[in-house]
């Protein structure tokens, strides 16, 4: 079957979808989503340049369709982002930032589908949410201004504050630390006070600790076994693992370690498309230790990595109630 439905939206022009992602609707708020489970957040880069799927879905019926899809794979939030911020990314001014995601939330939202955005500029982060975003996804870190702060404070909607160093790149720089967990956990709580001082409500507030932003070595490594300090702040947790270069050298060396060395070659660092398995059981191991939600390029797989996580906490604890 290969029927198609049309609809003229907010794109501005006829969207072609699969009668499957015609029929989606999302959750239709921050308030309905699951309880009692890590929740999914798919990633949607409406960008040229982003690491991982840069320039796939840089056009708006692609990025509504691709949204769409992430829903039916299992995503209970979709994080729209129209900025790259890998290290070494170029910054993009905020009109052209704004042109590439409103049309698409607006898009996203006529179908419930719940949304955080993802930019560090508060100008979009309002028309954002204007257009139907539900959540404000930052990663500016240390450099948060308080216009973004009062920005949360007058609308009330949840807040991603994200632990990063420095800029898409200086970033690298600035991956030192004393104690990467309790490092990475102070600047977090200096931060929030930013936040509370301004009169912004605790229970906005959701804390990333950051992986890949002005980390380096087995830093990112540290923070998920350290996830318990971040936990037990109070705040739900978001853990941002996906494809990034930390698993991609972990499974280089893994490969290279399982050559033998008389016939061994220097093995290549996979390509993020390939990290998705090992995404997975990150999100496996988070949602183990009560992480809010994990936000991924593939939804299906980590869906199904925290759906098993849920299940076997919920058989043991059946256990030992008997």
């Given at each position: 079957m290969?029927?198609s439905?049309?609809?003229?939206?907010?794109?501005?022009?006829e969207?072609e979808l699969?009668?499957e992602?015609e029929?989606?609707?999302?959750?239709?708020s921050?308030?309905?989503?699951?309880?009692?489970?890590?929740?999914?957040?798919?990633?949607?880069?409406v960008?040229?340049?982003?690491?991982?799927?840069?320039?796939q879905?840089?056009?708006r019926?692609?990025?509504?369709?691709h949204?769409?899809?992430?829903?039916?794979?299992g995503?209970?939030?979709?994080?729209v982002?129209?900025?790259?911020?890998?290290?070494?990314a170029?910054?993009?001014?905020?009109?052209t930032e704004q042109?590439?995601?409103?049309?698409?939330?607006?898009?996203?939202?006529?179908?419930?589908?719940?949304?955080?955005?993802?930019?560090?500029?508060?100008?979009?982060a309002?028309?954002?949410?204007?257009?139907?975003?539900?959540?404000?996804?930052?990663?500016?870190?240390?450099?948060?201004?308080?216009?973004?702060?009062?920005?949360?404070?007058?609308t009330?909607?949840p807040?991603i504050l994200?632990?990063?160093r420095?800029?898409?790149?200086?970033?690298?720089?600035r991956?030192?630390?004393?104690?990467?967990?309790?490092?990475?956990?102070?600047?977090?709580?200096?931060?929030?006070?930013?936040?509370?001082d301004r009169?912004?409500?605790r229970?906005?507030?959701?804390?990333?600790?950051?992986l890949?932003?002005a980390?380096a070595g087995?830093?990112?490594?540290?923070?998920?076994?350290?996830?318990?300090?971040?936990?037990?702040?109070?705040h739900?947790v978001l853990?941002?693992?996906?494809?990034?270069?930390?698993?991609?050298?972990?499974?280089?060396?893994s490969?290279?370690?399982?050559?033998?060395?008389?016939g061994?070659?220097?093995?290549?660092v996979?390509?993020?498309?390939?990290?998705?398995?090992?995404?997975?059981a990150?999100?496996?191991?988070?949602?183990?230790?009560?992480a809010?939600?994990?936000?991924?390029?593939?939804?299906?797989?980590?869906?199904n990595?925290?759906d098993?996580?849920?299940?076997?906490?919920?058989?043991e604890?059946?256990?030992?109630?008997s």
């Amino acid at each position: 079957m290969t029927a198609s439905s049309s609809t003229s939206g907010s794109l501005g022009g006829e969207l072609e979808l699969s009668p499957e992602q015609e029929s989606v609707r999302g959750w239709g708020s921050f308030d309905n989503l699951p309880r009692g489970r890590t929740l999914v957040m798919g990633i949607l880069n409406v960008t040229p340049d982003s690491f991982s799927d840069g320039g796939q879905h840089a056009d708006r019926s692609g990025a509504v369709r691709h949204a769409l899809d992430l829903v039916l794979a299992g995503a209970d939030i979709v994080d729209v982002g129209g900025e790259s911020t890998r290290p070494g990314a170029s910054p993009v001014a905020v009109p052209t930032e704004q042109d590439r995601i409103l049309p698409v939330i607006r898009e996203l939202a006529a179908r419930g589908v719940v949304m955080s955005v993802d930019t560090m500029h508060g100008e979009t982060a309002r028309r954002a949410v204007e257009a139907g975003a539900h959540i404000i996804n930052d990663v500016s870190g240390e450099r948060v201004t308080d216009d973004m702060i009062d920005l949360v404070r007058d609308t009330g909607v949840p807040y991603i504050l994200t632990h990063a160093r420095g800029d898409s790149r200086s970033m690298d720089r600035r991956a030192v630390y004393e104690n990467t967990v309790e490092d990475v956990r102070a600047e977090l709580l200096e931060w929030r006070e930013r936040f509370l001082d301004r009169g912004v409500k605790r229970e906005q507030l959701i804390l990333d600790p950051g992986l890949g932003f002005a980390k380096a070595g087995d830093q990112d490594w540290d923070l998920l076994a350290g996830m318990g300090r971040f936990t037990d702040i109070g705040h739900p947790v978001l853990i941002a693992a996906s494809r990034k270069r930390f698993i991609g050298t972990l499974m280089a060396r893994s490969r290279e370690e399982s050559i033998d060395e008389s016939g061994g070659a220097d093995l290549q660092v996979p390509p993020p498309s390939e990290r998705d398995a090992a995404t997975a059981a990150i999100s496996a191991l988070a949602a183990e230790r009560g992480a809010w939600a994990v936000r991924v390029h593939d939804a299906a797989s980590s869906r199904n990595a925290v759906d098993v996580t849920r299940k076997l906490l919920a058989t043991e604890a059946s256990g030992d109630a008997s």
